[in-house]
């Protein structure tokens, strides 16, 4: 578990890591536009996640994407903006959702947390899927609590051999080069304060 203040310092850390590489590959990633026909979509597209490497381990980002069972979780992390938050270099653990946990939220939740003017709330839902550690599942079994990535804590439960974080289940998890993806069954809300 680690404490609030190493987690702060830790998301700040990545946070100016981040900004060190974009800036240092911006001659690569800004485009000038010289036409009417550049889309803001092509100038927002900048950063570390965009910057195509096949010779690494796939990082979080990279193993989301490539899951034709996490297209939703996708859609969010790119409606919230946070892609590059998830290559950074981490150790990170991300709890993700597959498409069918998303589904089972009520009716037009996720197309609601989509909207634009929703982007912080659904920032805070995914980051609360996300802590700092590169931890198996086995490992996580001597955990009671977890600090995620938007501050608040979740639960670590162990029902014989299966490990729930925030009442959802383990069903596999992927290393990453930047940590691991443990996917689970269910999208965690975070509590309401």
């Given at each position: 578990m680690f404490p609030t203040n190493y987690l702060k310092l830790l998301v700040v850390s990545f946070f100016i890591l981040g900004l060190t590489f974009s800036c240092k590959n911006e001659s690569k990633t800004t485009t000038t536009p010289n036409s009417d026909?550049?889309?803001?979509?092509?100038?927002e597209k900048q950063g570390q996640a965009f910057i195509e490497n096949d010779g690494s381990t796939p990082n979080v980002l990279q193993?989301?994407?490539?899951?034709?069972d996490h297209?939703?979780?996708?859609?969010?992390?790119q409606a919230a903006q946070l892609e590059n938050v998830l290559v950074n270099a981490g150790p990170l653990?991300?709890?993700?959702?597959?498409?069918?946990?998303f589904a089972a939220l009520p009716a037009g939740t996720v197309e609601d947390?989509?909207?634009?003017?929703?982007?912080?709330?659904l920032a805070n839902i995914l980051k609360f899927h996300v802590t700092a550690g590169n931890y198996s599942k086995d490992f996580l079994k001597k955990f009671k609590k977890l600090g995620q990535a938007n501050d608040q804590n979740t639960t670590v439960e162990v029902k014989g051999d299966d490990v729930f974080i925030g009442g959802a289940k383990i069903i596999a998890s992927i290393p990453a080069?930047?940590?691991?993806?443990?996917?689970v069954d269910?999208?965690?809300l975070p509590p309401t304060e």
């Open positions: 026909n550049v889309g803001t979509e092509e100038m193993i989301a994407i490539g899951s034709p297209t939703t979780l996708v859609a969010a992390v653990m991300v709890f993700a959702p597959t498409n069918e946990a947390l989509l909207k634009p003017e929703n982007k912080d709330a080069g930047n940590g691991i993806v443990h996917v269910k999208v965690m």
